[in-house]
């Protein structure tokens, strides 16, 4: 099952202290951003279009969601890579729970 953007912003949410209203606002401050392209990137990664990503994080523009991807692809430390396996698990338990929940009522 291939997450939704919503998804993949829930889990980012969950991951970070912030709140979903947060990422999808308009604060830039250093830690937020990051958390933020983390969950950009993350989402690219289901084929959805940069237009689609950027409309989800709160309107930004393609070009933002186009720099949020190089930028968390250029950098190889470990914060990233931590931070970005964080929410691959969260979403990972957030389809899990949902496919529990649909085989119930099924």
């Known amino acids: ?58 309107w930004r523009d393609h070009t933002t969601v186009i720099y949020a991807r190089r930028r968390i692809e250029a950098q190889t430390d470990a914060l990233t890579a931590e931070r970005v396996a964080m929410i691959c698990t969260r979403v990972a338990q957030r389809l899990a729970s949902r496919a529990i929940l649909q085989e119930r009522a099924a």
């Open 1 to 58: 099952m291939t997450p939704s953007i919503s998804d993949i912003i829930a889990a980012t949410a969950d991951a970070s202290h912030y709140s979903i209203d947060e990422l999808t606002g308009d604060r830039k401050f250093a830690d937020l951003a990051h958390w933020r392209a983390c969950g950009m990137y993350l989402a690219l990664k289901t084929g959805k279009s940069t237009t689609q990503v950027g409309q989800a994080f709160g």
